[in-house]
């Protein structure tokens, strides 16, 4: 007992203390090892245990397919935001030279080209119309789709495109000859037997073809021409032949004379007027116009200046009796 009359506590050392500490938690350990484990609540199982999409996802899916459709819907987007922003076909070229470029390293690249059949285009003309360039490989180059895309060109009739690997390049084409020069509306053009426009304009070399004018004259100035050239005297003194209607055919003479052709039976009309021009010089005459429409007569406009002269003439062969004369 202490001075006043308590109870003193005894004193321990440090190492009674850790003893006594030891004691007690091994004491706890043997009441836990002795007591039965507590089952979790139904509710906290409930919580825990998966939804059932969720886990008829887990059971049906394989493994990393959510990786996949991550994987797909960037992709997607990707591919969306290239689209509505007007990108797709800057991608599309740019994935084109990329694989191109892989090819030409690879040994692909197209080292020769031999072009047969060319009379009116360039050789860099006919590649430049199929889509053939220097960063083009053999290996992926479309030989279908460059014969379209030659056939589609007015002058080539036909193509044939061959890849022999592993970096030559054969292109046969057929061209379109030049035939005539067909004016519409005031714009000339340059076309080909079939009618087809080669050229929206007329180069030098071309001035010299025939001339066709009028609606439909460009499809039936093969014909026409064909039948007109077995007529010399007419053919070599005409400058332009004008469809008129879509029906029949008019010509313009080098001198301004117009003759006028019927719809029908216009050869013997071209041959009665090569007769005249050759026995009789009519196309040297004071005439403005011949109109051959009708089937049984010639009928010819002269001039102002011969028609007054032919007045004139008249009036002298055949002066207005006097008044009284017998």
Request: proline residues 4%.
């Amino acid at each position: 007992m202490d001075g006043g009359g308590r109870l003193a506590r005894s004193q321990r050392s440090p190492r009674q203390q850790t003893d006594l500490m030891e004691a007690l938690a091994g004491v706890a350990a043997a009441l836990r090892a002795r007591l039965p484990r507590v089952a979790p609540s139904r509710a906290r199982r409930r919580n825990d245990r998966p939804s059932g999409l969720i886990a008829f996802i887990e059971n049906r899916l394989p493994r990393r397919a959510g990786l996949a459709a991550t994987l797909l819907l960037l992709t997607a987007s990707t591919g969306l935001g290239i689209v509505k922003g007007g990108h797709l076909e800057a991608f599309l070229t740019s994935l084109s030279e990329a694989r191109n470029a892989i090819a030409n390293s690879a040994g692909f690249r197209i080292t020769s080209v031999a072009i047969n059949g060319r009379k009116q285009l360039t050789q860099d003309e006919i590649l430049a119309i199929g889509g053939v360039n220097g960063r083009s490989s053999l290996l992926f180059l479309n030989a279908a789709s460059v014969r379209e895309k030659l056939k589609a060109d007015p002058w080539i009739a036909d193509a044939t495109v061959l890849k022999l690997y592993p970096g030559q390049l054969r292109i046969d084409i057929v061209e379109r000859a030049p035939f005539a020069l067909w004016q519409r509306n005031g714009q000339l053009s340059v076309i080909s037997e079939d009618g087809a426009v080669l050229e929206g304009f007329v180069s030098p070399r071309f001035v010299k073809l025939p001339l066709v004018v009028g609606k439909g004259a460009e499809t039936r100035a093969r014909d026409f021409l064909a039948l007109l050239a077995r007529y010399p005297q007419v053919s070599t003194a005409t400058k332009a032949a004008i469809f008129v209607g879509e029906r029949r055919w008019n010509l313009r003479l080098n001198d301004g004379l117009d003759i006028r052709l019927p719809e029908n039976d216009v050869g013997n009309a071209l041959a009665l007027l090569s007769s005249l021009n050759k026995d009789e010089h009519l196309f040297t005459k004071d005439i403005v116009a011949i109109d051959l429409r009708l089937p049984d007569r010639l009928v010819v406009q002269l001039s102002d200046d011969a028609a007054k002269a032919r007045e004139e003439a008249l009036k002298k062969k055949d002066p207005k009796k006097k008044v009284g004369d017998a």
